[in-house]
């Protein structure tokens, strides 16, 4: 498998430009979950913002179904916030951590949260398999 290569870049607040490269990381997995990601400078330091949706376009039932059925709590752990964002195609997840300039540990933490991620998808996506009629609306 080809690996990816996801950049971080520093965001702007005010103007919402994307001003600097920060990083860029070579992930091999997972990576077709990725919204965007960037990162913005916060009183603590510099913080990522990662949006997570799902590796596939989903039916219009499928959307609130998966998000009745995927629990945030494993990602929470390992991040400062993980919220639900409406108002796209597919659900999206914007999670929140603290961003490094270690190399080795950026990579590492991103990729782990993909595959968690990963992993919460596909229990939802059995979960709700035959939940169609509960969801859906005539």
């Excluded at 603290?98 to 190399?103: G, K, L």
Aim: hydrophobic residues 35%; negative net charge.
């Amino acid at each position: 498998m080809e690996d990816t290569v996801i950049v971080v870049m520093l965001k702007d607040k005010e103007t919402g430009f994307l001003e600097k490269e920060l990083g860029s990381y070579s992930l091999t997995q997972d990576v077709r979950t990725v919204y965007n990601i960037y990162a913005e400078e916060a009183e603590e330091g510099k913080k990522v913002i990662l949006r997570l949706s799902c590796e596939k376009e989903i039916e219009d039932w499928e959307y609130d179904a998966i998000f009745d059925y995927y629990d945030t709590e494993p990602l929470a752990a390992m991040v400062e916030c993980v919220d639900e964002e409406d108002g796209h195609y597919n659900p999206v997840w914007v999670v929140r951590f603290p961003f490094s300039d270690a190399y080795g540990e950026m990579e590492d933490k991103i990729s782990h949260i993909l595959e968690i991620h990963k992993k919460e998808l596909l229990s939802v996506y059995d979960a709700i398999a035959d939940k169609k009629d509960d969801y859906f609306e005539e």
